[in-house]
């Protein structure tokens, strides 16, 4: 049985070239679900207070039950019905990538040599901190994460995320699979009873089959995405987006019988 659904968002529930841009069967079953006790995580790129716009702006009737950001935190509601930190997840991650950037000063500042003198990509700064860095197409991306991989020891905790032509440095140990693993644990339910939908690189740590068992791709999902999946018996859709997302539901619960109970 599915009892935790943990979607990206932009590219996977939302298609930014459809119109309407999530397919309203997607909310009819998202929100069937949660009556049957499934519950529902968006697991985004964005931070908190953009994941919320989008939530607004495309007009989820639905909402999830835990929201987890920057590809790596996790916010809950709290009982007055604000969004706060679950747990102290988000705490030790903050912690661990305050320590990382320090250790691994170097390996940023080789990043940040590279991409001023050898690229066209422009460094990403929060709070006067670099934290990651927007590439001019996807080709420079490429060069800019062989580059990466060069000019990193094996055992550095310098990691990254990559959505698109988007890079955000990172703490080698926290990705989306991380942070859906620790959600997991919090709420108590079974990787085997998680199912997940991504469509890009960023996705790949929760698609791999170790955090979730049911993983899924839409069908616009890039192929490195495509072929974790399938290589962890996950399930790629032919519909783009939403629509893909609610095929993949469909083969699970109908082929798979995972449906819980009381889903008509
Ligand atoms: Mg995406």
Redesign the pocket.
């Known amino acids: 049985m599915i009892r935790l659904l943990s979607t990206?968002?932009?590219?996977?529930l939302v298609d930014h070239y459809a119109s309407p841009p999530v397919a309203p069967v997607l909310f009819e079953l998202f929100a069937q679900l949660q009556r049957c006790g499934v519950l529902w995580a968006v697991n985004?790129?964005r931070d908190l207070r953009f994941a919320l716009d989008g939530l607004r702006e495309f007009a989820f009737p639905v909402e999830p039950d835990y929201i987890l950001t920057n590809e790596r935190e996790i916010f809950h509601r709290n009982p007055q019905g604000e969004w706060q930190d679950y747990g102290d997840w988000n705490r030790r991650c903050l912690q661990a990538h305050e320590r990382m950037f320090q250790t691994e000063a170097p390996m940023l500042n080789e990043m940040l040599r590279f991409i001023r003198d050898e690229t066209r990509a422009e460094p990403i700064y929060e709070e006067n901190k670099p934290v990651g860095l927007v590439a001019q197409n996807d080709a420079e991306m490429d060069r800019v994460i062989a580059h990466l991989h060069k000019a990193r020891k094996p055992d550095s905790l310098f990691h990254y995320q990559r959505?698109?032509i988007y890079l955000r440095f990172c703490h080698a140990d926290y990705s989306k699979g991380a942070a859906l693993g620790e959600l997991c644990r919090l709420v108590k339910i079974s990787p085997k009873e998680t199912f997940t939908a991504?469509?890009?690189h960023?996705?790949l740590s929760m698609l791999d089959g170790r955090y979730a068992r049911w993983p899924a791709a839409p069908g616009n999902a890039i192929d490195e995405v495509k072929e974790a999946v399938r290589k962890a018996g996950g399930y790629v859709a032919t519909a783009r987006c939403s629509d893909g997302v609610v095929e993949a539901l469909r083969h699970f619960f109908e082929v798979e019988r995972l449906a819980p109970p009381g889903l008509a």
């Open positions: 990206d968002f932009d590219g996977t985004t790129g959505n698109t991504g469509d890009h960023n996705d």
